[in-house]
T-cell receptor, first 112, second 114 residues
């Protein structure tokens, strides 16, 4: 899988939107962009994924740049429960190992 | 409720004493895998299984064994645990055949080997 780059940490106020960036300049045409998050003392949790078009679900939105070299996970109204480490991961059908390359992720702090 | 269940959640053991961490999923998923999480190293895949009786090594398989005799269960076996296997372990499963589907993770098993 191609490499992703994320800021180590970000901070947000409760009930405000949060934009978590991810750079993936070496992304290939078959790579899907996945986001997972890991709450304290829990296993990773799927958030959203996309290929080319922007995606929305009940948890978040994913905005993908036109050249696909970057993407942004958007939490529309951060809550204290959203404090977690967020991982941006590229996944390809051609990856025979099937392992998720989590990297270090972005640690999101949400303050009341 | 759809879930991946691991047991035990916490275990302290001694070097050389064989142990098994069980993993069970109730979603009829074909794909299952094991990860370990260590500070500074992130999550690394140990073994994975594409279906019953089909298993393969991940990135860090040394010192571990797995088996997949039934679709729902994927136990992780440490035949002779050593202190460097002290870690937080996660089991995961995925339903679709594509490599791009959502992974469901268990809550983790924290293992300490003295």
């Amino acid at each position: 899988d191609a490499k992703t780059t994320q800021p180590n940490s970000m901070e947000s106020n409760e009930e405000e939107p949060v934009h978590l960036p991810c750079n993936h300049s070496t992304i290939s045409g078959t790579d899907y962009i996945h986001w997972y998050r890991q709450l304290p003392s829990q296993g990773p949790e799927y958030v959203i994924h996309g290929l080319t078009s922007n995606v929305n679900n009940r948890m978040a939105s994913l905005a993908i740049a036109e050249d696909r070299k970057s993407s942004t996970l958007i939490l529309h109204r951060a809550t204290l429960r959203d404090a977690a480490v967020y991982y941006c991961i590229l996944r390809s059908n051609s990856n025979s190992g099937y392992a998720l390359n989590f990297g270090k992720g972005t640690s999101l702090l949400v303050t009341p | 409720e759809a879930q991946v269940t691991q047991n035990p959640r916490y275990l302290i053991t001694v070097t050389g004493k064989k142990l098994t961490v069980t993993c069970s999923q109730n979603m009829n998923h074909e794909y299952m895998s094991w990860y370990r999480q260590d500070p500074g190293l992130g999550l690394r895949q140990i073994y994975y299984s594409m279906n019953v009786e089909v298993t393969d090594k991940g990135d860090v398989p040394e010192g571990y064994k797995v088996s997949r005799k039934e679709k729902r269960n994927f136990p992780l076996i440490l035949e002779s645990p050593s202190p460097n296997q002290t870690s937080l372990y996660f089991c995961a499963s995925r339903g679709d055949r594509a490599n791009t589907g959502e992974l469901f993770f268990g809550e983790g098993s924290r293992l300490t080997v003295l």
